[in-house]
């Protein structure tokens, strides 16, 4: 790769006086001194330096690789999803500020459109190439495909020309062409059970609902019908609320959570293994605690998960539990038996 040379004229910003045809050549990636022959990995502190001295240097000289280093590379990705119709990409970017600037590169996380993800020009590594999968396969199951918005506006336009060809064009293709230009939208319930009618999960018929209890004598005697699986559909009657959550998934079934940890009546806690969104959302006190939770944003982002049904593999919310949580998916512990830090956090939320 070509090497480039940048030349500055330093002294006249500095307004000191100019030492004639004095440069500071780059070697080793060091500037050295002259006088005492000190050397510095950066020109700034070499300028000061310089100062002490009683010299002023005219020219300043850069040696920098232009192409590779000016380019943006993706480090971290967060997740693709949607928000009223649009479709945005939340990432990492390592950003290069130049070779005159002290500091290499800053790395922020941004959220981009898709639009903006798509004309920014990433470094193509392979870390690039499997978020563009990422990115096609979700627009792909939400929305109208990325590539295909064109052949949607061109339609008509290519019809007027060949009559044929939109006599051929039949009914059943149309509608579905405009069902995907508007899958965005909210639809109702009824409408909605049709289209996903044959792609719903068929491992939810094999699990029970839960009905977990706690016993009256014993905080930590759980009766379930199915050992396996903890509140899949349903709360158990006596929640009093939701300390925590692990993680949300987005299925055709609506959005479920996975290891939901909860507080009842008789001062206990259970983590529960699932349990689905919308039986959270029955109780008011649940939800507003649910909202405390994972904030307003993550809130919303969730109810329109809830709406559009789709199937996501991975978590579309990533939580956390506590770290000192003595308990295993489907167990219950009494408060008093938990450490100072997680009886506090578990009575926050409850007296919130």
Same mark, same amino acid.
């Given at each position: 790769?070509?090497?480039?040379?940048?030349?500055?004229?330093?002294?006249?910003?500095?307004?000191?006086?100019?030492?004639?045809?004095?440069?500071?050549?780059?070697?080793?990636?060091?500037?050295?001194?002259?006088?005492?022959?000190?050397? !510095?990995?950066?020109?700034?502190?070499?300028?000061?330096?310089?100062?002490?001295?009683?010299?002023?240097?005219?020219?300043?000289?850069?040696?920098?690789?232009?192409?590779?280093?000016?380019?943006?590379?993706?480090?971290?990705?967060?997740?693709?999803?949607?928000?009223?119709?649009?479709?945005?990409?939340?990432?990492?970017?390592?950003?290069?500020?130049?070779?005159?600037?002290?500091?290499?590169?800053?790395?922020?996380?941004?959220?981009?459109?898709?639009?903006?993800?798509?004309?920014?020009?990433?470094? !193509?590594?392979?870390?690039?190439?499997?978020?563009?999968?990422?990115?096609?396969?979700?627009?792909?199951?939400?929305?109208?495909?990325?590539?295909?918005?064109?052949?949607?506006?061109?339609?008509?336009?290519?019809?007027?020309?060949?009559?044929?060809?939109?006599?051929? !064009?039949?009914?059943?293709?149309?509608?579905?062409?405009?069902?995907?230009?508007?899958?965005?939208?909210?639809?109702?319930?009824?409408?909605?059970?049709?289209?996903?009618?044959?792609?719903?999960?068929?491992?939810?018929?094999?699990?029970?609902?839960?009905?977990?209890?706690?016993?009256?004598?014993?905080?930590?005697?759980?009766?379930?019908?199915?050992?396996?699986?903890?509140?899949?559909?349903?709360?158990?009657?006596?929640?009093?609320?939701?300390?925590?959550?692990?993680?949300?998934?987005?299925?055709?079934?609506?959005?479920?959570?996975?290891?939901?940890?909860?507080?009842?009546?008789?001062?206990?806690?259970?983590?529960?293994?699932?349990?689905?969104?919308?039986?959270?959302?029955?109780?008011?006190?649940?939800?507003?605690?649910?909202?405390?939770?994972?904030?307003?944003?993550?809130?919303?982002?969730?109810?329109?998960?809830?709406?559009?049904?789709?199937?996501?593999?991975?978590?579309?919310?990533?939580?956390?539990?506590?770290?000192?949580?003595?308990?295993?998916?489907?167990?219950?512990?009494?408060?008093?038996?938990?450490?100072?830090?997680?009886?506090?956090?578990?009575?926050?939320?409850?007296?919130?």
């Amino acid at each position: 790769m070509p090497t480039y040379s940048l030349f500055l004229r330093w002294g006249a910003v500095n307004q000191l006086p100019i030492i004639q045809e004095a440069r500071v050549p780059y070697q080793a990636k060091n500037y050295q001194c002259q006088r005492c022959l000190k050397s !510095f990995p950066c020109h700034e502190p070499y300028l000061y330096h310089a100062s002490k001295h009683g010299d002023t240097i005219e020219y300043i000289c850069f040696k920098f690789n232009q192409l590779a280093s000016l380019t943006p590379d993706i480090i971290a990705f967060h997740g693709v999803y949607c928000r009223r119709s649009t479709h945005y990409v939340r990432v990492t970017i390592s950003r290069p500020l130049g070779p005159t600037s002290t500091i290499q590169r800053i790395d922020e996380e941004e959220e981009l459109t898709l639009e903006e993800f798509l004309k920014t020009d990433f470094s !193509f590594t392979e870390r690039y190439k499997e978020i563009m999968k990422r990115v096609e396969e979700f627009d792909r199951q939400c929305c109208r495909p990325i590539y295909d918005t064109i052949t949607v506006r061109t339609l008509g336009y290519s019809s007027l020309d060949t009559g044929s060809n939109f006599i051929q !064009f039949s009914t059943k293709k149309l509608v579905n062409r405009l069902l995907s230009c508007f899958a965005c939208i909210p639809i109702s319930r009824q409408l909605r059970s049709s289209r996903w009618s044959s792609t719903r999960d068929t491992r939810s018929t094999l699990l029970c609902s839960s009905t977990k209890a706690i016993s009256a004598t014993n905080g930590q005697d759980l009766v379930a019908d199915d050992p396996s699986s903890v509140a899949r559909n349903s709360l158990p009657e006596n929640v009093s609320g939701v300390i925590a959550v692990d993680s949300f998934y987005s299925t055709p079934n609506g959005v479920r959570g996975d290891k939901v940890l909860v507080a009842t009546p008789q001062d206990t806690i259970i983590l529960l293994r699932q349990v689905n969104l919308d039986a959270l959302l029955r109780h008011t006190r649940i939800t507003n605690q649910l909202r405390e939770i994972v904030g307003d944003y993550a809130y919303e982002e969730l109810r329109e998960y809830e709406e559009k049904r789709m199937d996501i593999p991975d978590p579309v919310y990533q939580g956390i539990l506590p770290d000192d949580l003595p308990i295993r998916v489907g167990e219950g512990i009494r408060l008093e038996d938990c450490s100072p830090m997680l009886e506090a956090q578990v009575c926050s939320v409850l007296d919130s």
